[in-house]
């Protein structure tokens, strides 16, 4: 439902609050409180949650126009036990934005953690298997992160605008005759802090 994209989330960093701000300056907010398990299978991962209680799944029901349940995972992550991390490099947005001739790539589609400046096209690709440091943290990247159809969307309304996956396939063709790669995947060797302009190290 790329609509929801609409709608901006916030929660404390203890996840025990959740505030939701919809497109009309619409507020719900509240404590968060769980009742019965659920599991759910999302892209061929098992994610299994507990649905959160209250206003929430309404406001969202009502803004979607179908119904939604909203589900708290049992573990950070949801579906994922690894890859905690992924990264991309602006040259590997700018080299897309040339193939759709549509100029800058909003790297927000791509839904990545860090977001590199001044990188080669799709030099993070050379990094699988390496060791890279972030600020205080230190990474492993460990493969190219598959796409989905959600990157065609518009990250501030939803709407599909760009034929992303088309085009990298057309330039990059496909990994084992189904995966389109963009970016790349980071399992976490020390956690640390990252800020704002922070060089990235290669560690061998």
Do not use: N
């Amino acid at each position: 439902i790329g609509s929801l994209v609409r709608i901006g989330a916030w929660t404390d960093p203890a996840g025990e609050t959740l505030r939701l701000t919809f497109p009309d300056g619409a507020i719900v907010e509240g404590s968060i409180h769980t009742s019965e398990p659920i599991v759910t299978s999302m892209y061929g991962r098992r994610a299994a949650g507990h649905i959160v209680e209250g206003a929430f799944a309404e406001a969202l029901s009502t803004f979607a126009g179908r119904p939604i349940r909203l589900v708290r995972t049992d573990e950070p992550g949801g579906t994922r036990e690894q890859h905690p991390a992924t990264l991309v490099t602006d040259g590997s947005l700018d080299r897309l934005g040339q193939h759709l001739g549509v100029g800058a790539v909003d790297g927000r589609r791509f839904r990545m953690l860090i977001e590199l400046e001044d990188g080669a096209a799709h030099e993070e690709d050379g990094w699988v298997g390496q060791r890279v440091g972030i600020g205080d943290a230190e990474m492993r990247i460990s493969a190219p992160v598959p796409r989905c159809a959600i990157t065609t969307q518009d990250p501030d309304t939803g709407e599909r605008d760009l034929d992303t996956l088309r085009t990298i396939i057309s330039y990059r063709g496909l990994r084992d005759d189904k995966d389109i790669d963009f970016g790349v995947w980071g399992e976490v060797d020390r956690p640390g802090e990252v800020r704002l302009a922070d060089e990235v190290r290669l560690l061998g």
